[in-house]
C-alpha cells in the first residue's frame, strides 16, 4: 500500500525511529483508511506518499517536540480517523492513549485499527465537553492533544481540563499559529494553563507546522468546559 522505505525517511526526518513492525502496522492502517473511506468519509487524502506525508509524518512530528514519558496517559481529543493518537501509538505502543470522538461510525473504524493491529487504547465515544466535566476523565491525563480541530482559544476549553496539574496540551497547527495563541492567552490563563512554547518547523510534503503547549499549572475552574453552544457562541478571550 504505501512506501515503507518513504515513510521510515519521513519519520526520521521529523526526528522519529520506527521499527519493521511500526512500519508493517501503517502500511495496514493506510489501507483500511483508504479501504473505509469508500463508503464513509474519514479523510480527503487517499493517495499513499500524500498519506505518509500529510497523516503519518505529520502526526509523528509530535513525538519529537514534545517529550512523552513512558506509559505517560494521553487524550487524544477529537480523534476523528486517529489522527494524531493512533499514529503515535503505533510509534510508542507504551503510551496510556485515550481517543475520543463525538462521532460514531468514526470510532468503529478506529477500534478496528486498534484490533486489527494488536494495539491497546481506550476508545470513548463522547463530546470533549462532557468528557471534560466526567470524573473519569477530567484532570486524569499527562496530556491532551488535538489536531486540527477548532480556534486556540475553543480548543484550550475542550483540552485542558483533562490535565493533571503539571500536565500538557499539545495542539497541533498550521503556520499563523503564533497570533491564535496570542488572542488565546486570556482564556488559557482562566483555564488553569500557562503557554510555554510555540515551536515551528516544516514537514516535507507538507508544509509549516506549529506545535503549541500549554502547562496546566492550576485546576481548570468547575464551570469549564461550558456547553459546547456557548464555547461556540461566546468562545473565551
Do not use: W
Amino acid at each position: 500500500m504505501i512506501n515503507k522505505e518513504k515513510l521510515y525517511s519521513a519519520a526520521k526526518n521529523v526526528g522519529v525511529e520506527l521499527d519493521e513492525t511500526a512500519l508493517d502496522r501503517f502500511d495496514k492502517y493506510a489501507e483500511m483508511l483508504v479501504e473505509t473511506n469508500k463508503t464513509l468519509n474519514l479523510t480527503a487524502i487517499t493517495e499513499p506518499d500524500e498519506i505518509v506525508s500529510k497523516h503519518f509524518a505529520d502526526c509523528l512530528s509530535l513525538l519529537s517536540e514534545v517529550d512523552f514519558p513512558k506509559n505517560a496517559k494521553v487524550a487524544d481529543v477529537g480523534t476523528g480517523a486517529g489522527f494524531p493518537g493512533v499514529v503515535i501509538l503505533i510509534a510508542r505502543p507504551d503510551l496510556k492513549m485515550t481517543l475520543m470522538d463525538s462521532t460514531k461510525k468514526r470510532l468503529v473504524f478506529v477500534q478496528s485499527v486498534i484490533d486489527t493491529l494488536g494495539l491497546n487504547a481506550e476508545v470513548v465515544h463522547i463530546r470533549a465537553e462532557e468528557a471534560g466535566k466526567n470524573k473519569d476523565y477530567r484532570e486524569k491525563f499527562d496530556f491532551a492533544t488535538a489536531r486540527a480541530v477548532a480556534n486556540m482559544n475553543v480548543l484550550s476549553e475542550y483540552c485542558i481540563p483533562f490535565l493533571k496539574q503539571g500536565g500538557i496540551f499539545a495542539a497541533m497547527k498550521g503556520a499563523k499559529a503564533a497570533q491564535e495563541l496570542d488572542s488565546a492567552k486570556g482564556a488559557i490563563k482562566l483555564l488553569g494553563g500557562k503557554a510555554v512554547s510555540a515551536k515551528e518547523f516544516v514537514v516535507e510534503d507538507c508544509g509549516e507546522r506549529t506545535i503549541i503547549c500549554v502547562k496546566k499549572i492550576s485546576q481548570t475552574p468547575p464551570k469549564y468546559p461550558r456547553a459546547s453552544a456557548q464555547i461556540a457562541k461566546k468562545p473565551l478571550e
